[in-house]
């Protein structure tokens, strides 16, 4: 069982900086692969980022790719993702999730526990 709480979202002008975090509780953090995902009133959940056990592999969505950075403090036992460059497109519920193995996926359906979300909002 792990619990899993994002925090960082909020209003953000276009070309601006954000960095969402996701902590998650217990002791077997670092087993798991962890990812980011979003989604826009209306549209299907998107992958964004995915990062595995250790932090020396991750993965971005095309979308996102060079403006965004996921990482981990498996110490802290909590994952980030830093937005930069910012853009209305972005606009989404933010959602962190946790896969067991320490292998990155990328497949929603394929995520074992997740987190409630953090609003995102990025004006133009």
């Known amino acids: 069982q792990v619990q899993l709480v994002e925090s960082g979202g909020g209003l953000v002008q276009a070309g601006g900086s954000l960095r969402l975090s996701c902590a998650a509780s217990?002791?077997?953090?670092?087993?798991?692969?962890m990812g980011w995902f979003r989604q826009a009133p209306g549209k299907e959940r998107e992958f964004v980022a995915a990062?595995?056990?250790?932090?020396?592999?991750?993965y971005y969505a095309n979308s996102v790719k060079g403006r965004f950075t996921i990482s981990r403090d498996n110490a802290k036992n909590t994952v980030y993702l830093q937005m930069n460059s910012l853009k209305p497109e972005d606009t989404a519920v933010y959602y962190c999730?946790?896969?067991?193995?320490?292998?990155?996926?990328?497949?929603?359906?394929?995520?074992?526990?997740w987190g409630q979300g953090t609003q995102v909002t990025v004006s133009s």
């Open positions: 990062i595995n056990w250790s932090g020396g592999n991750t």
């Open positions: 999730a946790a896969a067991r193995g320490g292998r990155p996926i990328t497949p929603a359906t394929l995520y074992d526990y």
């Open positions: 217990g002791r077997t953090f670092s087993n798991y692969a």
